[in-house]
């Protein structure tokens, strides 16, 4: 049977060489008067189109639209809840791209979905099935800064609450797989009680979505099979920073998906379609074929659009080949 | 070391190094890119604004000068498309609507010319006071480069320090006192800031000059005092956009460097007052002494305008005068 492949999330925004780089140029003139709002929508929707277009091409079965819209996974959310204003500019884990730190200083609320359109558009335009990517609570927490609850755990509780919202009105449109990212997790196995916790506020406002915890750029050896016990379908690795959750998914119950990173989202080194397959096999017999399923290491953005594309198309093409 | 000491009782004035370019420049490169004029058309562009940067920071009294690195694009493309052994990739994103073209290392890096010499002669040529010599080094060079060559970062790095010190030794010969060798990945991560210090080691080894790197924040918190180890005589550091928060770390465990004061937030169009400025100088002082603090904004200019760069630089002189005043 055909293993199952999808993306984590993000997608190159810059054209395929040469081509013209239509987002780039609508912000510059937005910021300049130029242009107008529905020109940068626009944009955002011709961008999202090719994304998932690009994807679908490649033989992706579970694709995103890109998060073409995002500056990162953090303001979008923030932005849609009361409490909380944008700050300055940190770097993303280890990579050199940056995101703007959320800093509560209120109570926070919903103020109304966040992404919801943009899955509506997504879903409305792919012929693939379509996936969700929500923060998790315990990474928005950790990168946000809490000027208002001064407790960790009410902290997280409260973002998580707002979250659930996010993934209840996700799932009202039609997502059926929604993906919660708790990158910050592996570095935070103190963490592990108040994320499972955190966690199971979400999952439980949903009925009929299949829910992924995601961890990328590390090992979850940290974490222990403890993570195993939290309340979602099924959980996401970075086999490749992470070389030691080739262990921790022995550990996985039968019950539980896998979503295994397997082409390196952060470096242009091709992989070799061979070696690919020999990995998804030994998955494959590890987890079993039916639960399995295979995509880059983390979100795609990292890498230019040519080489994105390339290790999706191989990706597939090994996926194929071990499912013929 | 003394050789190269400033005169003064200290709180000299510098810059990080990049400022922003002026719109002749920005459209200059694109016609370059284009072809539509030629190399040496660009660089008399590229001069005279060097030249107006390096008076202007005369004009205001500036101790250490920069020439502002009108002819870089980016920290590490410049370098990577100097170097056999790296090629410009595509266009990645940073943040917002900010790209670079990261490098790829497809085979062993070297280095065949000098890379920065002309330009440091031309900027000191231009003034009396000292021009910084300023390269990016090896290890940020590594992390901020996709890698298709090398088995192991170590590898990629060590190679890199290699080619940076011989540029280094070149701009010493050339006669500059002060070296800068930026490494704002540094603080990224942990388990390899050995091989930051191990880098930097062979990069600074055979100098003479005062030797300085910039930092940026990072995994400040945890990188220090270890950071103390890489062997610089000075680090750089950002305090205007984490409130100063870093002095708190000194108080454990005492800065023994010189230090580059960053007092301005490079990513806000606000203008800091002097006021504001000089009492960071002033809360400063009491972790780090006047005779070991260089004071300039958080980190390169160049994503500011021409005009935000000029007055931020001003108000930092005045700060510094205000503070030098009370010394």
């Known amino acids: 049977m055909a293993i199952e492949t999808t993306v984590v999330g ?3 925004k810059p054209p395929t060489e040469g081509e013209q780089f239509t987002l780039r ?13 529905s020109d940068l929508r626009a944009a955002h929707e011709a961008l999202a189109r090719e994304v998932i277009e690009e994807q679908e091409a490649a033989g992706i079965g579970i694709v995103t639209d890109g998060h073409v819209r995002w500056d990162d996974i953090l303001t979008p959310f923030a932005r849609h809840m009361a409490g909380f204003e944008i700050g300055g500019l940190l770097r993303w884990f280890d990579n050199n791209v940056y995101y703007r730190r959320p800093i509560c200083i209120g109570p926070i609320e919903w103020r109304g979905p966040a992404s919801v359109d943009a899955f509506k558009f997504a879903k409305s335009i792919a012929k693939s099935r379509v996936k969700a990517v929500i923060p998790g609570p315990v990474t928005f927490a950790r990168l946000a800064v809490d000027e208002h609850y001064s407790d960790h755990q009410e902290f997280v509780l409260a973002i998580s609450r707002v979250l659930a919202q996010e993934a209840f009105e996700l799932e009202a449109a039609g997502a059926e797989f929604i993906q919660i990212d708790e990158p910050a997790l592996l570095e935070a196995p103190e963490d592990l009680d108040l994320a499972r916790e955190a966690i199971y506020v979400i999952t439980s406002e949903l009925k009929t979505a299949e829910t992924t915890l995601a961890t990328y750029f590390g090992d979850a050896k940290r974490l222990g099979p403890e993570l195993f016990e939290f309340p979602v379908a099924g959980f996401a690795f970075d086999l490749i920073s992470g070389p030691e959750n080739m262990q921790v998914i022995k550990e996985l119950p039968p019950e539980k998906r896998l979503q295994a990173g397997i082409v390196d989202a952060r470096n242009t080194r091709l992989e070799a379609t061979d070696d690919l397959v020999r990995e998804i096999e030994e998955l494959a017999s590890i987890v079993g074929a039916k639960s399995l399923r295979v995509s880059p290491s983390a979100g795609l953005e990292f890498l230019p659009r040519e080489k994105a594309r390339a290790k999706l198309q191989r990706l597939s093409e090994a996926a194929r080949r071990v499912g013929s | 070391m003394t050789e190269n000491q400033l005169p003064g009782p200290g709180l000299w004035t510098t810059s990080v190094g990049s400022f922003p370019k002026p719109d002749y420049i920005t459209k200059a490169r694109s016609q370059f890119a284009r072809g539509e004029i030629d190399r040496e058309a660009l660089r008399e562009l590229e001069r005279k604004a060097t030249r107006e940067w390096v008076e202007f920071q005369d004009s205001i009294g500036t ?6 690195e009108m002819y870089r694009g980016d920290m590490v493309a410049f370098f990577a498309e100097e170097m056999p052994g790296l090629e410009i990739g595509g266009l990645v994103r940073s943040y917002g609507n900010r ?6 290392a497809t085979g062993p890096v070297g280095r065949d010319h000098p890379m920065t010499v002309d330009w440091w002669e031309y900027a000191q040529s231009l003034t009396d006071k000292p021009v910084k010599g300023m390269l990016t ?3 940020t060079i590594c992390d901020w480069s996709f890698n298709e060559h090398y088995s192991s970062r170590r590898d990629f790095v060590l190679d890199l320090a290699k080619v940076v010190r011989d540029e280094a030794l070149d701009l010493e010969r050339a006669g500059a006192r002060f070296i800068q060798i930026d490494e704002p990945a540094a603080s990224t991560r942990m388990d390899e800031l050995d091989l930051v210090i191990e880098s930097m080691n062979i990069v600074t080894e055979p100098l003479q000059a005062h030797t300085i790197t910039h930092i940026c924040y990072g995994k400040f918190h945890e990188a220090y005092p270890k950071m103390l180890d890489i062997p610089v005589d000075q680090i750089d550091l950002e305090f205007a956009n984490s409130e100063y928060s ?7 465990n005492p800065f023994t460097k ?3 004061l960053g007092i301005s937030d490079v990513h806000t169009h606000d203008i800091e007052p002097v006021d504001a400025m000089a009492e960071g100088i002033r809360r400063s002082l009491k972790h780090i002494p006047a005779e070991r603090m260089f004071v300039d904004p958080d980190c390169g200019l160049k994503t500011r305008t021409v005009e935000e760069a000029k007055e931020k630089l001003s108000n930092i ?3 510094v005068d205000v503070v030098r005043a009370e010394l």
């Open chain 2, 99 to 104: 790209y670079y073209r990261k490098p790829i």
């Open chain 2, 317 to 319: 002189k005045k700060a």
């Open chain 2, 137 to 139: 080094g090896p290890y």
């Open chain 1, 10 to 12: 993000s997608y190159p």
């Open chain 2, 246 to 252: 870093l002095l708190e770390e000194f108080s454990d």
């Open chain 2, 63 to 68: 101790d250490l000068i920069v020439d502002g």
């Open chain 1, 25 to 37: 140029k609508t912000l510059h003139a937005l910021s300049r008067g130029d242009a107008s709002e």
């Open chain 2, 258 to 260: 010189f230090i580059g």
